[in-house]
């Protein structure tokens, strides 16, 4: 009895949605491979009316200067009533906008999601007054994230 209890947990453990913060920066684990996550999240971008403004494949990069390293791919994407919004408050922030993803495979082979805490930008910039902006951001992309990575 105990034994199959034992199983039970690390199946539930196993099913749980593994999620990091580390500072400003969120990390996702995928059961995808580094292209089909990309994928996925970039047809629930377009489906939210969301734009995508460039997808870059660093793995491609690196190999067209003769170089080697995982999968590993970005996305660059926004909405401009969200963008515009704090940017009203501080034009500065603009140097994080539009925001992206970032979709990896380690050095363990391991694919992850990452992306930057949208409420990180009231510690550089005058932003605080868009708390709800950032809230709405915040939110989307938690679901789109977890959505694209399962």
């Known amino acids: 009895m105990k034994k199959n209890y034992a199983k039970l947990i690390m199946l539930a453990l196993i099913a749980i949605p593994l999620t990091v913060s580390a500072g400003d920066v969120i990390k996702k684990a995928s059961g995808h491979s580094v292209k089909a996550t990309m994928n996925k999240f970039e047809k629930l971008i377009k489906s939210k009316g969301l734009t995508v403004f460039a997808r870059?494949?660093?793995?491609?990069?690196?190999s067209g200067v003769n170089m080697k390293m995982n999968e590993s791919e970005v996305l660059i994407f926004g909405n401009p009533k969200g963008g515009t919004v704090l940017m009203?408050?501080?034009p500065a922030v603009a140097l994080d906008l539009p925001l992206r993803v970032a979709v990896y495979k380690d050095k363990n082979g391991k694919v992850w999601m990452s992306y930057h805490n949208p409420q990180n930008l009231k510690d550089s910039y005058n932003v605080a007054t868009a708390g709800k902006v950032l809230n709405k951001i915040?939110?989307?992309?938690?679901?789109?994230?977890?959505a694209a990575t399962h």
């Open 138 to 146: 915040e939110g989307a992309l938690d679901k789109l994230t977890t």
């Open 88 to 90: 009203q408050n501080d």
């Open 56 to 62: 870059f494949d660093h793995q491609e990069n690196a």
